[in-house]
């Protein structure tokens, strides 16, 4: 292959077949990937439910601490199918990639896709890849789509009752954090790495608790304030967070301060939120400190009808304000 | 909303949730897909065996006599699911939309998208928008991933035989004819369209035909010639097209020869390529013309051994020519 892409790679023709033969078929090979039909055929899992998410990746730069654009790309998708209740099983893999991006840089984003598929157990079995001119795109953009199957049922923020307690499964805003630093070679050396990890392990851990598990979600894009509006907004509820109980990494805290970012909305991308009833609430703790991914999960706050559809947040000094959703775009290209 | 698309759509906050809830959900909204959880749970398909299949589209200008960005995102993912002999049922679509693309356009195209899944019989059920700075993308693109239950099983080119006829929809090269018409101006009046459709009806035509239908393909990026050399190459089998049997618009052979470009390898969005057992041609090219998509179907070649691995084309004057795979760029972005 020649060192950067060009347009010629985007042909559908002999320079694509090269991209795909060695590029991207050895780093994935897998009995349905290598039919390379126009349509993955997959086994029959037989009777059962499926959940399908999408995410489409243009983080920049695409490579950061911790991860890249590539290990984010699985992460992301197998995350949403996992906090839906599902076990992931599939992924589908589409790259939009610019003319003039260095092929030594797709080859290791490709290798972190498939390192990171193989520890989250998930195959691809399906891709595409197009080439657009310089200048009307950004190094790569990845889409992944998911296919995996419904081990827990009935997950949704309209279980959600009075009493319940929310936990989250680490500290938050690490992953937001840590790329605008990355995109400030002077902030480099701060040692904040992205949390981007798969997280199926980790939401497997609460299924003994069936419905007293109401609802799970990753707080990426929008943070954690974000998600949780979206568990209150349009109900009778309210979540009301304990400032000091949610875990920040110091250096998080002070890059925030330094970035004037807040963390309750900086993106996570290996972290879960997860609302449960409260006389399981400290053996749901148990079972997310049972996997390296949940060590650090605490229990953040609490379901009441204080402020109905908002979310407040107790400060230490026994004052409360109220966390609105993202408005504007605090973190630009952070997934 | 705003008139223009700004980055804080991107910010998966307050204004993402405009964009979802005033654009996009009106547009697509059915049950599964209205719950916006992090995946869409599908309803069982007792045991069936799926297929997959997923496309990123980035053809510029996004509209184009006969269609639009939209449309063709629709149509490029189901038809790979309908020629991997699967029925269509399940879309995701991501969006990435550039900064400063007119809301206007997007809502369009939404409309567009929403129509094409209508009559292709698929329902939207997940999705993600993203926004990247203007200068970083160009106005739109589109990914869709689809899911669809095998209908037809057992496809593959490793099933094509010496003797088999090789038949085509309709007339090839109108859909990259027409594109590379749309970028320039003074071109616009050719009249030629885009044949984008869905083609799930045409291709369950076939059913009947069982083993005897051996594979089917639709020729998009690199056309006919591309894909008929995918069905070669790394067999000791010849596919000889009759260069007389093809059919091609005059409209698009003359706009052809103005623009350097061969119809045999210009996509098309609304054809497909069968290979057939010969005593079943007849009623192949029969069957796919009961419906509108497939009345000028036409068998084009047969499967010989003269030249192994290769497709050659044999000319009115008794000549032939080896065709190979699409090389270079002939048209860049053209899906």
Redesign the interface.
Known sequence: MDDII???Y????????ELIGELLLPAFGNDILG?L??????????????????????VTPYFFPGGDIGKLSVCGTV???A????EPK?L?????LEEGIPTEDVRRIVRSIADTAKRARVRI????T????H????GI?I?T????V?RH?G??PKAIREGDVVLVSGTVGDHGTCVMLARNENLLRSGIASDCAPLFELTKTLRPLGTDLRVM??P???GVA?TLNEFTEGTGLTIELDETAIPVKKEVRSASDILGLDPL?S?NEGKILAVVAPERADEALRLLRTVPEGKDAAAIGRVTSSHPGKVVVRTPYGGSRIV??????????IC
């Open positions: 060009t347009l010629a985007g042909s559908g023709g002999k320079k694509t077949a039919e039909g126009d349509g993955a055929i997959l086994p029959a899992e037989a009777g059962e439910r499926l959940v399908m998410s999408t995410d489409s990746f243009v995350n949403d199918i906090v839906s209740g599902g599939y589908s893999l589409a790259v939009i079995v399906t891709g595409d197009k080439v657009v001119e200048g009307k795109a950004d953009f889409n789509t998911g296919i995996g419904l049922p997950l949704s979600r990753d990426t894009r929008g974000t909305y993106a609105i959703k993202l408005a504007g775009a605090q973190l630009p290209r």
